[in-house]
């Protein structure tokens, strides 16, 4: 029999200042992340190509989810979509495992994140909510390393700079046309800067460990009994 | 909304005239004002399925035909109607609303049933809505940069992306969170393109709806609030038909159990309930239905950011 394992629920939820979402602000859903093949994006900050993660609702009455909000069949017709899935029970998640927290809501339905963001409720009720970059790309670098999203396939790749370089082909046209000292020419060159380190940049790639080793004969031999 | 009125004398009729106004209410409000969820394509029904999911079988299109071969021997090359499926389930969604009597009492003018009966079809239009939306997130193709406004170029490039797959994309609808839309705006004022958006004019929004903002490039733009986010962009898209799809669940099947009939057909359920013990009086609405992407190559999503 397969343990039951709870989600990582917060009890004590990460919004400053503490209380519930109002119910003015609109329910967030469940969700899992999953990813594209061609879900890849250059990120400046890290130097590195990272998988863009796409949440899929776990709502009833959305992508085949039922009524029980049971993400089963979710998974395998995602998968069989050629996606890579991020279950949150997936055990290899290690410390980032269960990554969706819901937070206490007023409203009917569920207010859900991802652990690498906190809601603050401001004077008035509007909710702000915020993501911790270092935290999300550290998350989005261990599943490359750790092998549970394949690395970026270099035709994947080259088809996604092909389009960028065809935006970068449209802001030259239009900082062609625009007078000097124009925003277009800011623009067309900030662009240029990133097209370049993107094309220059690869996945992160985790250097091996060194195994320490301890002092002894090289090879094991066998003892013998009789 | 309509208003309805009964002089007939025969209880029985006066409740058959209810049930019909109360349908006629459900009706007129779910479809007359020209919801965004209408873009999605009514798949069927499950109703008698035994099951909540329906797998619909997705047609081959916009393949070419071959030349036949010279000696007739040759069997012509069979190809599969179909080419892959996808599953929409159907879940109830509901909304009730209630006043208590010292409420009623108490107010200048008393809330009837027929707007509480509005409200909650106007709640459960609003939630297929936010269904429809919803499925923007599964598209495979996303453009747009994570963490910027929305721009021309990326409405460009969710264009072209489009043209790849669909060879010739028409009769497509970009749906736009309003900021988003304000954005674009923006960006047609500053950088150029403001030839190809044509704005929505009142003969325009009176055929398409309140949310229709225009066309851009010959394509529908459409506004709508319930695009989700995920607290760093919003998941807008250019969807073409065939991108997302609906199935229904018939709660007619449920006639004869005491509450109002519904026609046949009708996937929404009104009730109207008076509890005596709270001195209170509420209308509950049902809708079983469930939307889901249905053609991948048929939408796009679009990045723009929340803040």
């Not at chain 1, 503490?18 to 329910?27: D, L, N, S, W, Y």
């Not at chain 2, 958006?197 to 009142?202: G, I, K, P, R, V």
């Not at chain 2, 109002?260 to 996937?267: D, K, N, T």
């Amino acid at each position: 029999m397969a343990a039951i394992i709870g989600k990582r629920e917060t009890t004590t939820p990460t919004q400053v200042g503490g209380g519930a979402i109002p119910h003015t602000t609109k329910a967030r859903p469940s969700f899992f992340f999953m990813v594209s093949p061609r879900g890849w994006e250059y990120v400046e900050g890290e130097g590195c190509w990272l998988p863009v993660l796409k949440r899929h609702a776990v709502e009833p009455g959305v992508n085949g989810i039922q009524q029980d909000r049971n993400p089963a069949q979710a998974y395998t017709e995602r998968e069989m979509a050629g996606f890579t899935v991020i279950r949150p029970e997936d055990a290899r998640l290690g410390e980032f495992r269960h990554y969706v927290q819901r937070l206490p809501y007023q409203g009917a339905g569920r207010y859900c994140l991802s652990i690498f963001e906190t809601a603050e409720i401001m004077p008035g009720g509007r909710v702000f909510v915020e993501r911790d970059e270092a935290k999300y790309n550290a998350f989005r670098r261990f599943l490359l390393t750790a092998g549970i999203v394949p690395p970026l396939d270099p035709r994947w790749k080259r088809e996604i700079l092909g389009e960028h370089k065809q935006t970068l082909r449209r802001k030259r046209g239009r900082a062609a046309q625009a007078m000097p000292g124009a925003p277009a020419h800011d623009d067309l060159s900030a662009y240029a800067k990133w097209l370049d380190a993107a094309t220059a940049a690869d996945v992160p790639v985790d250097k091996p460990k060194r195994r320490g080793r301890k002092a002894g004969p090289l090879t094991a031999t066998p003892e013998v009994t009789s | 909304m309509a208003i309805f009125t009964w002089t007939g004398n025969k209880a029985n009729l006066a409740a058959d005239a209810t049930d019909e106004a109360i349908n006629r209410l459900v009706h007129e409000n779910l479809y007359e004002n020209a919801p965004i969820w209408m873009l999605a394509t009514r798949m069927g029904d499950v109703s008698g399925n035994g099951a909540a999911s329906l797998q619909t079988p997705t047609l081959t299109r916009g393949a070419a035909a071959t030349a036949a071969e010279v000696d007739e021997d040759t069997a012509e090359a069979l190809n599969t109607v179909t080419v892959g499926n996808f599953t929409a389930a159907v879940a109830v969604q509901e909304y009730g609303l209630g006043q208590t009597d010292l409420a009623r009492i108490l107010q200048a003018q008393s809330f009837d049933i027929p707007l509480l009966v509005q409200l909650c079809v106007d709640a459960i239009s609003q939630r297929r809505t936010d269904l429809f939306t919803t499925t923007f997130g599964n598209f495979s193709t996303s453009k747009g940069v994570s963490g910027t406004d929305l721009g021309i170029d990326a409405m460009w490039e969710a264009i072209y992306a489009s043209q790849i797959a669909l060879n010739s994309p028409a009769g497509g609808a970009f749906v736009l969170k309003p900021k988003a839309l304000g954005e674009f705006q923006e960006s047609l004022r500053s950088e150029g393109g403001a030839a190809q958006f044509m704005a929505a004019t009142q003969a325009m929004l009176a055929m398409k709806g309140q949310m229709f903002a225009g066309t851009f490039a010959g394509l529908d733009v459409y506004t709508c609030g319930s695009v989700t986010d995920d607290a760093t962009d919003y998941s807008n898209a250019l969807i073409f038909p065939g991108a997302v799809g609906y199935v229904e669940a018939d709660m007619s099947r449920l006639n004869g159990d005491g509450a109002i009939p519904v026609p046949v057909g009708s996937s929404i359920r009104v009730e109207i309930s008076r509890d005596a013990s709270k001195a209170q009086t509420a209308v509950y609405a049902r809708d079983a239905v469930g939307f889901a992407e249905q053609e991948d190559a048929r939408g796009v999503e679009i990045l723009s950011q929340v803040a």
